[in-house]
Structures are given as structure tokens and as C-alpha cells.
Nanobody, 120 residues
Framework: QVQLVESGGGLVQPGGSLTLSCVAS????????MGWYRQAPGKQRELVAS????????YYAESVKGRFTISRDNAANTVYLQMINLKTEDTAAYYC?????????????WGQGTQVTVSS
């Protein structure tokens, strides 16, 4: 019914930049909050950033403030995560999440993840 597909991950040197994208498709009526999570090996999945549907409120984890920027294009059902000044500790699988209203029900949906590796 709903698919979230991430892209934009890869290998980058410390201090480098990447922009992740996540496109939602399917029988979507409305997308509410969207967010990016990450999970490093041996660690719990953590919320990195989130954005409300009207883009009037954003949240950032303390560890990424000032370096990551979340944005969204509602017309394209897409959320972005711009990452600059990347550090080795940002290495993780990054997952997109969205609260989506379908016809008659609301659910939380996840993408399959995209790997970000920061290494020299």
C-alpha cells in the first residue's frame, strides 16, 4: 500500500557532505510528521531529525544540531536530510519514517534504509 524509498547514502570522508532523500508512494491521503532515524552496529535506532507536515516545527538530536538539516517537499511526498561536516560517528544505516493517513487509517511506515559510511 505504502512504500518509502531512501537514496543518497554512500561513503564519504570526514568533513564531507551527503544529502539523503526519501520518497513515499502508494495510496496516500496525507503525510503527517516525517523523520530520519539511524542505527549503528550494536546500537539502538535513534531519532536524528523530524519535521511536521506544515514544516513549522523541526527536531534535531543534539549530536547533529548545526550540521544536519531536514526539509520536505509535500507536493512530491519527499523528505530530505542534508548532512554537512560529517563525522565518523555519523556512520550508520539511515531510515526514513513517516506517519501516513491512508483511506480510513493512519500508520507509521519505514523505508528499507540507506547506509552512510564516514571514513578516511
Amino acid at each position: 500500500q505504502v512504500q518509502l524509498v531512501e537514496s543518497g547514502g554512500g561513503l564519504v570522508q570526514p568533513g564531507g557532505s551527503l544529502t539523503l532523500s526519501c520518497v513515499a508512494s502508494g495510496s496516500i491521503f496525507t503525510i503527517y510528521d516525517m523523520g530520519w532515524y539511524r542505527q549503528a552496529p550494536g546500537k539502538q535506532r535513534e531519532l536524528v531529525a523530524s519535521i511536521t507536515s506544515r514544516r513549522d516545527n523541526t527536531y534535531y538530536a543534539e549530536s547533529v544540531k548545526g550540521r544536519f538539516t531536514i526539509s520536505r517537499d509535500n507536493a512530491a511526498n519527499t523528505v530530505y536530510l542534508q548532512m554537512i561536516n560529517l563525522k565518523t560517528e555519523d556512520t550508520a544505516a539511515y531510515y526514513c519514517n513517516a506517519a501516513i493517513l491512508l483511506l480510513g487509517s493512519t500508520g507509521s511506515y519505514w523505508g528499507q534504509g540507506t547506509q552512510v559510511t564516514v571514513s578516511s
